[in-house]
């Protein structure tokens, strides 16, 4: 790995893992405290440099204007505090987020930030939101990776907002294997859906889930 400063005094390398698989970037990397010295060399070919990454991850969700159709997946304290949770994001009055539910919301105020129910309660991992900006912003989450059997999503009758916990895309059989869905069951995304048969299984565009979307499931 090259490495290069533009600056004369002696810069902290922070490093971060890229797992292929999963399109995850790993975060909490050791060692963090090699510090750059002009025409050094880490390691050796014998003896290479090893990094070893832990659970905690970074998720970046690409956010435009309008309303967007997000969950959230990853373990940490942030998801109990909206305003913390939240914080990358650069709001203007207005920008909303809020789930199914009776005052499952909060609105955000440049003067007394977020105002609203889920202000003080945060986000659910089992459940799916929607969050509207007035303009385009790169939402950053950073936290541990969750087993997904630790989170059962209740399904009720009619219509429910789900989230999808998972690090990875994946088949909406596969997704939905645990689920005994009947004929007319029907599940959609911000721009996709697929309707239920006995038969058939799931019929229609939405074939994959993907981490950082949510789902409307009718029951």
């Keep these: 790995l090259d490495v290069y400063s533009n600056s004369s005094a002696a810069d902290t390398l922070e490093f971060k893992i890229w797992d292929a698989s999963t399109g995850s970037i790993f975060v909490d990397?050791?060692?963090?405290d090699i510090t750059f010295v002009t025409d050094g060399l880490e390691g050796s070919l014998l003896n290479p440099q090893q990094f070893d990454a832990y659970s905690k991850v970074q998720e970046n969700y690409a956010l435009q204007p309008g309303w967007n159709w997000v969950s959230f997946h990853l373990g940490t304290t942030d998801?109990?505090?909206?305003?913390?949770l939240l914080s990358s994001l650069e709001l203007q009055d207005g920008d909303q987020i809020k789930t199914l539910g009776n005052n499952t919301f909060a609105t955000y105020s440049t003067t007394y930030g977020w105002l609203?129910?889920?202000?003080?309660?945060?986000?659910?991992l089992a459940k799916g939101y929607k969050i509207k900006l007035s303009n385009a912003d790169t939402l950053v989450n950073i936290g541990d990776v969750v087993d997904p059997t630790t989170i059962p999503i209740t399904i009720n009758q009619g219509w429910n907002w789900i989230g999808f916990v998972s690090i990875r895309p994946m088949n909406i059989n596969v997704a939905l294997g645990n689920l005994e869905p009947q004929s007319g069951d029907l599940i959609?995304?911000?721009?996709?859906?697929?309707v239920y048969d006995e038969q058939l299984g799931w019929i229609g565009s939405l074939n994959t889930l993907y981490p950082n979307q949510s789902y409307m499931y009718k029951s």
């Design 29 to 32: 990397v050791t060692p963090d």
């Design 79 to 84: 998801t109990l505090h909206l305003a913390t």
């Design 116 to 124: 609203g129910n889920l202000r003080n309660t945060g986000v659910n």
């Design 188 to 194: 959609k995304g911000r721009a996709q859906f697929s």
